[in-house]
Nanobody, 115 residues
Framework: QVQLVESGGGLVQPGGSLRLSCAAS????????MGWYRQAPGKQRELVAS???????DFADAVKGRFTISRDNAKNTVYLQMNSLKPEDTAAYYC?????????WGQGTQVTVSS
Protein backbone atom coordinates (compact mmCIF):
# COMPACT_ATOMS: atom_id res chain seq x y z
CA GLN A 1 0.00 0.00 0.00
CA VAL A 2 1.55 3.25 -1.18
CA GLN A 3 1.48 6.07 1.36
CA LEU A 4 2.50 9.69 1.03
CA VAL A 5 3.17 11.47 4.30
CA GLU A 6 3.46 15.25 4.28
CA SER A 7 4.91 17.51 6.92
CA GLY A 8 6.01 21.10 7.40
CA GLY A 9 2.83 23.14 7.16
CA GLY A 10 1.83 25.78 9.66
CA LEU A 11 1.17 29.44 10.31
CA VAL A 12 3.63 32.01 8.99
CA GLN A 13 3.64 35.77 8.59
CA PRO A 14 3.63 37.39 5.16
CA GLY A 15 7.14 37.41 3.75
CA GLY A 16 8.11 34.34 5.74
CA SER A 17 9.22 30.89 4.63
CA LEU A 18 8.14 27.31 5.08
CA ARG A 19 9.49 24.00 3.84
CA LEU A 20 7.13 21.15 3.07
CA SER A 21 8.27 17.53 2.86
CA CYS A 22 6.53 14.49 1.44
CA ALA A 23 7.83 10.94 1.74
CA ALA A 24 6.46 8.10 -0.38
CA SER A 25 6.59 4.56 0.96
CA UNK A 26 5.10 1.14 0.36
CA UNK A 27 6.08 0.61 -3.27
CA UNK A 28 8.82 -1.54 -4.70
CA UNK A 29 8.70 0.44 -7.93
CA UNK A 30 10.43 3.72 -8.74
CA UNK A 31 8.55 6.93 -8.17
CA UNK A 32 8.19 8.91 -11.38
CA UNK A 33 7.00 12.51 -11.18
CA MET A 34 6.20 14.06 -7.82
CA GLY A 35 4.44 17.31 -7.18
CA TRP A 36 2.61 19.69 -4.92
CA TYR A 37 -0.93 20.95 -5.40
CA ARG A 38 -2.94 23.32 -3.26
CA GLN A 39 -6.58 23.99 -2.64
CA ALA A 40 -7.96 27.11 -1.01
CA PRO A 41 -11.52 27.20 0.38
CA GLY A 42 -14.04 27.52 -2.43
CA LYS A 43 -11.42 27.02 -5.12
CA GLN A 44 -10.30 24.12 -7.29
CA ARG A 45 -7.13 22.22 -6.54
CA GLU A 46 -4.27 23.64 -8.59
CA LEU A 47 -0.75 22.60 -9.44
CA VAL A 48 1.94 24.44 -7.51
CA ALA A 49 5.08 22.66 -8.68
CA SER A 50 6.22 19.34 -10.04
CA UNK A 51 9.50 17.51 -10.56
CA UNK A 52 10.33 14.46 -12.64
CA UNK A 53 12.65 11.67 -11.56
CA UNK A 54 15.28 13.30 -13.77
CA UNK A 55 14.91 16.66 -12.04
CA UNK A 56 12.90 18.62 -14.58
CA UNK A 57 10.70 21.12 -12.77
CA ASP A 58 7.55 23.07 -13.51
CA PHE A 59 5.92 25.85 -11.50
CA ALA A 60 2.66 27.71 -11.45
CA ASP A 61 3.11 31.32 -12.56
CA ALA A 62 1.90 32.53 -9.16
CA VAL A 63 4.86 30.94 -7.35
CA LYS A 64 7.70 31.31 -9.86
CA GLY A 65 10.72 32.94 -8.28
CA ARG A 66 9.43 32.31 -4.75
CA PHE A 67 9.06 28.52 -4.49
CA THR A 68 11.54 25.79 -5.32
CA ILE A 69 10.95 22.06 -5.57
CA SER A 70 13.53 19.35 -5.07
CA ARG A 71 13.61 15.62 -4.41
CA ASP A 72 15.76 12.91 -2.92
CA ASN A 73 15.23 9.86 -5.11
CA ALA A 74 16.98 7.56 -2.65
CA LYS A 75 14.43 8.53 0.00
CA ASN A 76 11.44 8.92 -2.38
CA THR A 77 10.97 12.33 -0.82
CA VAL A 78 9.98 15.64 -2.40
CA TYR A 79 10.44 19.05 -0.84
CA LEU A 80 8.78 22.39 -1.47
CA GLN A 81 10.68 25.43 -0.24
CA MET A 82 8.32 28.37 -0.04
CA ASN A 83 9.79 31.86 0.37
CA SER A 84 8.26 35.33 0.37
CA LEU A 85 4.92 33.84 1.30
CA LYS A 86 1.77 35.86 0.66
CA PRO A 87 -1.70 35.63 2.19
CA GLU A 88 -2.96 34.27 -1.14
CA ASP A 89 -0.68 31.25 -0.66
CA THR A 90 -2.95 30.14 2.17
CA ALA A 91 -4.34 26.72 1.29
CA ALA A 92 -4.20 23.02 2.01
CA TYR A 93 -1.14 21.66 0.22
CA TYR A 94 -1.22 18.13 -1.18
CA CYS A 95 1.66 16.01 -2.35
CA UNK A 96 1.24 13.59 -5.21
CA UNK A 97 3.35 10.92 -6.81
CA UNK A 98 3.07 8.89 -9.99
CA UNK A 99 4.12 5.27 -9.68
CA UNK A 100 3.63 2.92 -12.62
CA UNK A 101 1.06 5.27 -14.18
CA UNK A 102 -1.04 5.51 -11.01
CA UNK A 103 -1.43 8.75 -9.09
CA UNK A 104 -1.24 8.75 -5.32
CA TRP A 105 -2.09 11.61 -2.96
CA GLY A 106 -1.07 12.62 0.51
CA GLN A 107 -3.53 13.67 3.18
CA GLY A 108 -2.68 17.37 2.89
CA THR A 109 -1.01 19.89 5.15
CA GLN A 110 -2.36 23.34 5.93
CA VAL A 111 -0.36 26.46 5.16
CA THR A 112 -1.71 29.71 6.55
CA VAL A 113 -0.06 33.03 5.77
CA SER A 114 -1.35 35.74 8.05
CA SER A 115 -0.15 38.52 10.29
Amino acid sequence: QVQLVESGGGLVQPGGSLRLSCAASGSSFSVNAMGWYRQAPGKQRELVASITSGGTTDFADAVKGRFTISRDNAKNTVYLQMNSLKPEDTAAYYCNAIIRFRVYWGQGTQVTVSS
